[in-house]
């Protein structure tokens, strides 16, 4: 097996970069959707994206936004990858030519059964991968976990695991459903948009030591 892949959501400052990077996470998040506590603009993130270093992946988070402002972000913050958390359609989503990942809301309207997601999940084999969130009143970074027994790891496309992962249930997580990453935002802050180092540093030994323990097995 290979190890699972992290991406901590929704980071806001420099020295939360700062942290994930050094807590050795695969990939980071930002939001750019006006309602979140967590959304940036784009003069903001194309500053916060300097700090960066190469091998470590910058994933853009929309929610229904225009072609314009996906644009905007795509030319001056450089995204290795998008993610579409929304309602877009696959042609919405596939429309840029760049790497993506699609959201699920599990347990909303048709994505309340394995079945149900499998079809939904279908329609965007064009995706890079295909995350799975929990539904919530809003769009996601909820904090809220869903019935992980509905997400097979089986998938035609690498399976994102996310809503309401933390320290404390990630291991069981993985052990689950064996994503090939994790992503994570509420669940390792101290305040809405403001990341804990600590917290972080706990995720990621807790993802490290559940692939640990699934090699051992696998010998
Ligand atoms: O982080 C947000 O504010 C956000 C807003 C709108 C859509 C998605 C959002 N975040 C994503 O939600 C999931 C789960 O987050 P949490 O760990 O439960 O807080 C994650 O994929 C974030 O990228």
Not at 74 to 100: I, N, S
Not at 126 to 144: C, I, K, M, Q, V
Request: net charge negative; proline share 4%.
């Amino acid at each position: 097996m290979t190890r699972t892949r992290i991406k901590i959501c929704g980071l806001t400052r420099e020295e939360d970069i700062d942290a994930v990077v050094e807590a050795g996470a695969d990939a980071i998040g930002m939001v750019f959707y006006p309602p979140s506590p967590r959304a940036l603009s784009v003069a903001r993130a194309a500053e916060l994206r300097k700090r960066i270093p190469p091998f470590v992946d910058l994933v853009a988070l929309f929610v229904n936004a225009s072609k314009e402002e996906i644009d905007a972000v795509r030319g001056e913050v450089g995204p290795e990858l998008l993610q579409f958390h929304g309602d877009e359609l696959e042609e919405d989503c596939a429309r840029y030519g760049h790497r993506y990942l699609r959201a699920f809301r599990v347990g909303g309207p048709g994505l309340d059964t394995a079945a149900g997601l499998l079809e939904s999940c279908e329609a965007y084999g064009s995706a890079a991968g295909w995350l799975f969130d929990s539904h919530s009143d809003g769009y996601g970074g909820s904090g809220r976990t869903f019935d992980w027994s509905l997400v097979s790891s089986a998938s035609a496309r690498p399976v994102v695991l996310s809503g309401g992962l933390h320290a404390s249930n990630v291991a069981q997580a993985i052990q689950a459903i064996r994503p090939a990453a994790v992503d994570v935002s509420s669940g390792v802050e101290s305040a809405r948009g403001i990341k804990s180092a600590e917290r972080i540093r706990e995720f990621v030994t807790e993802v490290r030591l559940a692939d640990d323990k699934l090699r051992q097995a696998q010998t």
